[in-house]
């Protein structure tokens, strides 16, 4: 989907999402200290919204001018606390090292031989920073056409290509803790979570 079909997904619907964080984020971040987050395809904002209700300085991106504009509709109570970014993160990566967290809560992430949209994401992990991505578990998912769940990167791929720069807190699949969306019968969950080591100890942990 471009962004024009996303554009016409939204503006099809009042409302495309259930406006809840999603419950991987809210598990793996509750925890961490505030600093800035990069949540990838924001959508509606959701997650956004709970990041800087909770003092993140977020950097919301999405393709969909329509989300966008629903998104930050929502967010009088965070003024300054979400910047909010029309952007296609697959064709021009985020600033580099900039966020304490990067955020890819089921972001469609399509596999390259080059890895080039992928390891932008990577890169803009600042040092101590974390990147937490999240998709449905490809048991729950069927090619149809148009799509086929392989062409997508998942929480294993990544992990793989992770060099010695990073630690894998997390990668497993799990239960959903949410409720699936409409339509759908997603039961489980892929989720990679990883840190960028600071540096500060010459690269040993």
């Not at 809840?20 to 395809?41: F, I, K, Q, S």
């Not at 060099?163 to 892929?190: F, M, Y």
Request: with cysteine.
């Amino acid at each position: 989907m471009d962004a024009r079909s996303w554009d016409e997904m939204y503006r099809d619907r009042d409302q495309v999402f259930s406006g809840a964080p999603n419950g991987v984020l809210v598990t793996e971040v509750a925890g961490l200290p505030p600093g800035r987050a990069l949540d990838v395809g924001c959508g509606e904002g959701a997650d956004a919204l709970w990041l800087a209700r909770r003092g993140w300085q977020v950097t919301a991106v999405d393709v969909s001018r329509t989300a966008l504009r629903r998104a930050a509709a929502a967010a009088a109570d965070v003024a300054g606390g979400v910047a909010w970014e029309c952007a296609d993160l697959i064709a021009v990566p985020p600033p580099a090292r900039a966020f304490d967290l990067v955020s890819a809560q089921y972001f469609p992430l399509p596999r390259r031989p080059d890895h080039a949209a992928l390891r932008g994401l990577l890169d803009a992990v600042a040092p101590g920073g974390t990147l937490l991505f999240a998709t449905h578990d490809l048991s729950g998912l069927s090619p149809r056409p148009g799509f086929d769940p392989g062409d997508y990167y998942q929480p294993g791929d990544i992990a793989g290509l992770l060099d010695h720069d990073w630690t894998v807190l997390i990668n497993e699949t799990r239960p959903r803790t949410t409720p699936t969306p409409a339509g759908t019968h997603h039961t489980h969950d892929s989720v990679l979570r990883a840190r960028r080591l600071s540096g500060l100890q010459g690269g040993q942990q």
